[in-house]
């Protein structure tokens, strides 16, 4: 397929993202979807080696912890089998935080500072090497880049005539991002319900075909832009080898 | 025990807040609106908020019976 996609920003912040693309099948939008959350991949944690652990956590539990904290993940600079190894040496009474992992690469560190992985009460202490690996989110949860990824229609609204005077005085709500014409709208600038918008009037409202708004979250390990164009990349690359595959 | 790294829905990192939060609004000090606090630290899914308004730190209670 050789045609363009039209894409809009609505809303463009380094963790939230809000964009429109037109001139896609509902197919390919949640192929997308799929890509961000499964197929881009994100270092994390999954090796630990501990030297010490006397906190109150057994060492698979604080693993699992240090695991899910993201890292930032620059792009190109590491092939599937690398790994980059952490340190973390914490002695209590104190809470070691996330951002107590010391990196040696300053590209890969943890996204959040402020992570309690574990409070160390006195005479406690938590020491250890952990390395981080590349991943995908279809392997493990703590490689998703993209957390609560979705795509609605957008809707279009029609303007009416005046709303029958005695008629019900209901709210008519709408979530996501309308299209009046040639503007885009957000239907929270309004508080989602139509007649504080358009009052007195009556509106319909319409699925534009093959237009969807995406919202898209990242954990922190790459800004938003970058995961879905990752995404993209990696669909495209696994659409390739599967020409690759089935061509005589 | 500790509270969880991530929301268990949907995967966003919410434990960076999680101090804040316990210091407005679920600790005898902190004597703030639960849901005013939630929507400042921007944890606006109700998966997400579920996890801080369930949450109890039990490490105080287990510490002793190392």
């Known amino acids: 397929m050789a045609t363009d996609f039209d894409v809009e920003f609505i809303e463009d912040t380094e963790r939230e993202a809000r964009f429109l693309v037109r001139g896609i099948t509902p197919a390919f939008a949640n192929g997308i979807r799929r890509a961000i959350l499964a197929d881009v991949p994100t270092l994390s944690i999954d090796t630990v080696r501990f030297v010490e652990n006397s906190s109150v956590l057994f060492d698979e539990v604080l693993a699992l912890r240090m695991g899910l904290v993201p890292l930032t993940t620059p792009e190109g600079e590491f092939d599937e089998d690398d790994t980059v190894t952490l340190a973390i040496d914490v002695e209590g009474p104190a809470t070691a935080y996330s951002g107590d992992l010391v990196s040696p690469d300053p590209q890969v560190e943890p996204a959040d500072e402020n992570i309690p992985l574990i409070e160390l009460k006195d005479g406690q202490r938590l020491e250890a090497e952990a390395e981080a690996k590349l991943g995908r989110g279809r392997d493990h949860a703590k490689f998703q880049g993209g957390v609560a990824v979705g795509y609605r229609h957008l809707q279009h609204v029609e303007v009416g005539d005046d709303a029958s005077e005695y008629g019900e005085d209901e709210a008519q709500i709408v979530r996501g991002v309308i299209e009046d014409g040639d503007e885009l709208v957000a239907t929270s600038e309004f508080g989602h319900d139509l007649t504080n918008r358009y009052p007195g009037k009556e509106v319909t409202v319409e699925d534009v075909p093959n237009a969807f708004v995406f919202h898209v979250e990242s954990d922190g390990s790459m800004p938003v832009d970058e995961l879905v164009l990752r995404a993209v990349d990696t669909l495209s690359t696994r659409a390739d080898e599967l020409r690759e595959k089935v061509s005589l | ?66």
Not at chain 2, 3 to 30: L, M
Not at chain 2, 44 to 50: I, L, S
């Open chain 2, 1 to 66: 025990m500790m509270v969880p790294v991530r929301c268990f829905t949907c995967g966003t990192v919410i434990g960076e807040h999680w101090e804040e939060f316990k210091a407005r609004a679920a600790s005898k000090e902190g004597d703030e609106d639960p849901a005013a606090v939630l929507d400042d630290l921007g944890l606006d899914r109700h998966c997400c908020r579920r996890m801080f308004v369930s949450h109890q730190d039990l490490v105080d209670v287990v510490s002793p019976y190392q």
